[in-house]
Structures are given as C-alpha cells and as structure tokens.
C-alpha cells in the first residue's frame, strides 16, 4: 500500500496486527491546501516545500496533488 502512495496505519497487540487502515491524499491534505498552495506560489512568489514524517511514496503523492515540486519534498523526517 506505500508503493501506492498511500499511508499505512497498523496496530500490532501480542505480535499480531490488529488494526490496518490507510489514507489516500485527499484524506491528508485539508481541502483548503491545493489553494493556498497554488495562492503562495502565484501570488505570494514564495517557493514552498514540504517536509512530513510520510513515507517517501505518500509525500510525493501528496506534493503532486498539492502542486509542490519532487526536489522541495523531504520525507521521513521525525524528531529527535
């Protein structure tokens, strides 16, 4: 389901998967976002990026929908 850009939410008890579910873009992205994406990016002239802690194949998919470049994207990226 990542291959799919897609992410993939399990919930493992005792070693066993319990719970699996996953969230296409459209789910991951507030319906307002496409807008106020493009509304910087033409209006603003602001070069926007996106950094989440997605999986690399979920974060372009969502980039791609919400019209940021591939090169602006970093995935994985979890606190310390």
Same mark, same amino acid.
């Given at each position: 389901? +990542?291959?799919?850009?897609?992410? /993939? /939410?399990?919930?493992?008890?005792?070693? @066993?998967?319990?719970?699996?579910?996953?969230?296409?873009? +459209?789910?991951? =992205?507030?319906? $307002?976002?496409?807008? /106020?994406?493009?509304?910087? *990016?033409?209006?603003?002239?602001?070069? @926007? =990026?996106?950094?989440? &802690?997605?999986? *690399?194949?979920? =974060?372009?998919? @969502? =980039?791609?929908?919400? &019209?940021?470049? $591939?090169?602006?994207?970093?995935?994985?990226?979890?606190?310390?």
């Amino acid at each position: 389901m +990542e291959s799919e850009g897609k992410t /993939v /939410v399990c919930f493992v008890i005792d070693k @066993v998967a319990r719970l699996l579910f996953s969230f296409e873009e +459209e789910h991951l =992205a507030k319906p $307002e976002a496409k807008a /106020v994406v493009k509304y910087m *990016q033409t209006e603003m002239k602001l070069k @926007v =990026a996106m950094i989440t &802690g997605d999986n *690399q194949h979920t =974060a372009l998919k @969502v =980039a791609k929908y919400l &019209g940021i470049p $591939e090169e602006l994207v970093t995935a994985r990226a979890y606190p310390h």
